[in-house]
């Protein structure tokens, strides 16, 4: 699949820019100097941003690919083909703007340190022949990579953490015709494109991202110039198409008297993850923050103990004092168990999004050697378009505990402290005992050796779902 995309992509796609380059005459919005002759009816094409951030939802530490936003090219009639690259791209990376306003925590906004890399992701196929079109997930495939710090040519990043923005250069040193990037219109229905995001390991707690500012401009395979207009020619983006009034030809998503770019910092992605002391926190108050959020709470709370008054003592050491009355004293106090009954001891918040891609074929270097850090466009650095599947909601795959003895000997032997976990936490076994007094060993343990278990002793991992 990942050789008929690339041929798809480079060929196809090329294919309807030059049998529409032959049909009609492009260059008439170059300058005329017959006046007599009209403007020949060039075809439209429009450009769509959403975003596809599902607010609320939170990114772990080297987190599969996520969506940011969708960028869409179509032409206005399926009859008149509008053959267009993507010219450029801009974003911003912030922070949350109704930080105070969450019920989780959020610290900050990330920077370069926390974005392992971005990517363009192209779905493939149309609303008519992939049932997952608008959404990240089978049958898409990444275009380009880039990481977090701008590191390749074609990527430039301004600002800090709080107001990081990328500016993406996919003509680069080519021209409408031939872009170094080449990113096409397919077919009438569409190309469209899904910006990701991937965190690096040092994604932390309490971190907030959102995408805010896309901007985004369509060139003509053909037609590299700006007709001189009235007003703002110097801003005006590099292979817009306008009219003699100086009307832009295509269409976009804002308006050209307003701010040339798409707001979407109304949906975030979280970062609420950590473990911590269960058995009690910090705050006992109705209205006080939940244990859930005091993702560093490893101690036992220290309570103000008052002893009644038959527990006043005399103080012989002082002449004056005859009684010593004190306020109380602070006291460690820890809930007593029966052995077989089920305790918490470690909670673990964990929060992700089931909205992720995960790649399906490895990245290979120069030499075909399996490299994550191959970045770039990927169909000219390693020859093909790298496959994506959708993948569920993180889960724990492995859960490492360490247990002590309270005041043991670290040198002496195994449960001299009183708990040894190897007796402590040995599973309870049970025969069954048939009518005719014959004792009957399960199936289990026929196939492994180990009997039925008639208490779940040991360390277990239990799914909290009473929200």
Known sequence: MNTLFDARFRLLGMAIVLACCLAIPWTALAQND????????????????ESMIPDGEALLPTNNWSPIARLEMVWDSDDEPAPRFLGSLQYTIAGDPDAGDRDYDVFGAPGPQHLYEFALIAEIGGPDDNDAYGELGADDQIIMVWDGFAEQDFVELTGEAGGLTYFLDFIGDG????????LPIFDPTGSSFILAVRTSALWHHGLSFTCSDIQAWMVHPDIF?????????????????????GEWLDGYPWDQEDEWFVDTDDAVYTASFGVYDITGHLYDTPGQQPVARETGSWQWPHKIHTPLPEFTRPRWDQSATAFDFVQGNFMELRRLFAIETWYSVVGINLRGTASSARETFPRLDENGFPTPQ?????????????????????????????????????????????????EGLQFMSYDVLGIDGEIIVDAAYQSTGSKGESAFNGVWLYHDNTG
Request: glycine share 10%; aromatic share 8%.
């Open 34 to 49: 017959d006046d007599d002759d009209d403007d020949p009816d060039i075809p439209s094409a429009s450009l769509n941003i």
């Open 175 to 182: 021209d409408g015709n031939a872009p170094d990037f080449p």
């Open 374 to 422: 191959v970045r770039g466009y990927l169909p000219q650095v390693m020859g093909f378009a790298v496959p994506v599947e959708g993948v569920d909601a993180p889960y724990p795959v492995e859960l490492s505990v360490v247990m002590s003895d309270i005041d043991a000997d670290p040198l002496g032997p195994p449960g001299n402290g009183g708990f040894d976990p190897r």
């Open 225 to 245: 110039f700006i007709e001189a207009w009235d007003g703002n020619v110097e801003d005006l983006p590099t292979g817009i198409l306008v009219n003699e009034d």
